[in-house]
């Protein structure tokens, strides 16, 4: 050991990186990018390896922007993790972007269903519902375009828009995302222009999903699907979506319905009552659910907005009554308009008030005319029945779906279904994260933006089909790993599991490698990871 030279002595990172890049190989990513992208023989890194390292950048959770990415790599064992002969200073930002900009060109949202669909029949993920939502990605920069509108129909424009993130200061794009039911895996993205609507794509987006890759799945959308327009569009198509509680049927509905109707779900905390409806001369069912968890909140929004409108009311009426009118049905109008315009209140015993004034100082003599004026006097109380009906409709909403049949799809599995609908909102919390590495986009064009955005989506694919397999093998094992308080879980997430596989270390001593650091929680934990993950830290 002696004779050792320190330069024949190298270490290397390689942390929870060893995981990403396994789950990488396990779904076929290098070889199906490369295969979809193609190659050149002279190239060093293809657009596979690229796109790989671009994910263990963004999975390193360092908050390191993509233009840092040759340095995120200094350090790190990156032929061991991305290719023989690659380097750090091959992860330079043009060949990235090349990359970015070959993908753009492609097409993005083929390159994503194609490498996620390839990815979740590997990983037997269950297709049978799908979840679409959408979601806001601001962007610092003023991304001005020089091109006429009509000239491609496809580009994305970067633009101010209903921001989801309550920042309208800032330019956005729009980013739609479709995960499955099971594991929240993400199968389908796409991105649109900043000011883009979610009712007029929808419809559409789950259309050409369906045809360009033969999937027969249940979609499940929010309100936003569930107009005239996109219903007829999806007659041949089975779906759950939620009814806008604006719609008039709807209202009466919710308003109508007797407490005794509903009754309990399987789901703890729900209660349900099924009925028949043709919105749009589609027949359907329609589900009134009732959530307590949903009350408790409607409730307690209800009394903050009683009590700004009481606030509101309260200085209207005072101004009101300092106003002077020429004549009595002048001010009684005045009056009446003021307690029509209040939502939950309203005037009562309005007077108007005769108030003779005269200009002269002291008593007026008895035959004196002075000038006369009216001014109102009213009683603020609330609105009764409007309350009332509020707190009827607190904690309802309204579930519709076009399969009739009980035994396909039944009342519960409506509920079931929409509650799952949540994958998609943990899928836009994971990329809207402000330790991933895209918080802020500094990329020069509105193509880079895109295929970045597309980038970001097979992070969170990387990332939930390793969360996904990961609890899997350990309810097949029937086990659990200690978590963040050292209590064993047998559902953690696989950021827990990336902090607990800090500070790992590939050592090479003339040539020969090892891992250092690898102890006897981390063994246990990485033998519930597939040997495509193993490999990285030499296991078997």
């Given at each position: ?32 990018l490369?295969?979809?992208?193609g ?31 040759e340095?995120?790599?200094v ?23 090349r ?21 979740a ?22 991304y ?5 509108d ?10 101010h ?21 099971d ?195 009213a ?9 009332d ?19 396909v ?52 694919l ?16 029937k ?62």
């Amino acid at each position: 050991m002696s004779n050792i030279e320190a330069s024949d002595i190298r270490v290397q990172d390689i942390d929870h990186c060893g995981l990403i890049a396994g789950i990488c190989d396990a779904i076929g990513l290098v070889e199906g990018l490369d295969q979809l992208l193609g190659t050149h023989p002279q190239e060093i890194v293809t657009p596979g390896q690229a796109v790989k390292a671009m994910i263990l950048n963004g999975l390193g959770f360092v908050s390191a922007p993509l233009y840092l990415l040759e340095k995120f790599f200094v350090g790190k064992a990156t032929e061991h993790l991305l290719g023989e002969g690659i380097r750090p200073e091959h992860l330079n930002d043009d060949r990235l972007g090349r990359v970015l900009d070959k993908m753009y060109a492609k097409g993005l949202t083929e390159i994503f269903v194609t490498v996620a669909l390839s990815a979740a029949r590997r990983y037997g993920v269950d297709l049978q519902s799908l979840h679409l939502d959408s979601s806001s990605l601001h962007v610092d920069g003023d991304y001005l375009s020089d091109r006429d509108d009509t000239e491609e129909s496809g580009t994305i424009h970067i633009t101010h828009g209903y921001s989801r993130d309550h920042r309208p200061d800032l330019k956005q794009f729009m980013v739609d995302l479709m995960c499955s039911g099971d594991g929240d895996i993400p199968l389908y993205l796409r991105v649109g222009s900043g000011n883009e609507t979610d009712s007029a794509v929808f419809a559409q987006l789950i259309l050409e999903f369906k045809q360009q890759w033969n999937v027969d799945a249940l979609f499940v959308a929010d309100a936003a699907l569930y107009t005239a327009a996109n219903l007829q569009q999806m007659t041949q198509l089975r779906w759950v979506s939620r009814v806008p509680a604006t719609l008039t049927s709807a209202k009466d509905l919710l308003q109508q319905i007797h407490p005794d109707a509903l009754v309990p779900s399987s789901l703890r905390g729900y209660q349900i009552a099924a009925c028949g409806n043709n919105y749009a001369q589609i027949p359907q069912r329609w589900l009134v659910v009732k959530s307590q968890a949903r009350l408790v909140s409607d409730l307690k929004q209800l009394e903050k907005r009683l009590a700004k409108q009481e606030a509101k009311a309260v200085c209207a009426l005072k101004q009101l009554q300092s106003q002077q009118f020429a004549c009595e049905p002048d001010a009684l109008a005045a009056a009446a308009a003021l307690s029509q315009q209040l939502p939950y209140h309203q005037l009562q015993d309005k007077q108007a008030i005769e108030i003779i004034e005269h200009k002269k100082r002291g008593r007026p003599r008895k035959d004196a005319a002075g000038q006369k004026h009216y001014q109102i006097c009213a009683l603020l109380v609330p609105k009764g029945s409007v309350i009332d009906a509020e707190r009827q409709r607190a904690g309802l909403f309204l579930l519709a779906t076009n399969v009739l049949d009980e035994k396909v799809l039944s009342d519960e599995q409506i509920l079931q279904e929409y509650k799952a609908q949540q994958s998609a909102e943990r899928g836009f919390r994971f990329l809207k994260d402000p330790l991933f590495f895209t918080s802020s986009v500094f990329l020069k064009t509105p193509e880079r933006v895109a295929a970045l955005a597309m980038l970001m989506g097979l992070c969170l694919l990387v990332y939930s089909l390793g969360q996904r397999s990961l609890r899997q093998a350990l309810e097949r094992a029937k086990q659990t790993i200690d978590n963040q308080v050292s209590k064993p879980t047998a559902k953690p997430t696989l950021r827990w599991v990336f902090q607990c596989f800090m500070s790992i270390h590939l050592l090479t001593v003339n040539g020969v490698k090892q891992i250092t650091n690898l102890n006897r929680e981390r063994l246990w934990i990485i033998q519930f990871f597939g040997a495509p993950c193993r490999k990285y830290y030499l296991l078997s």
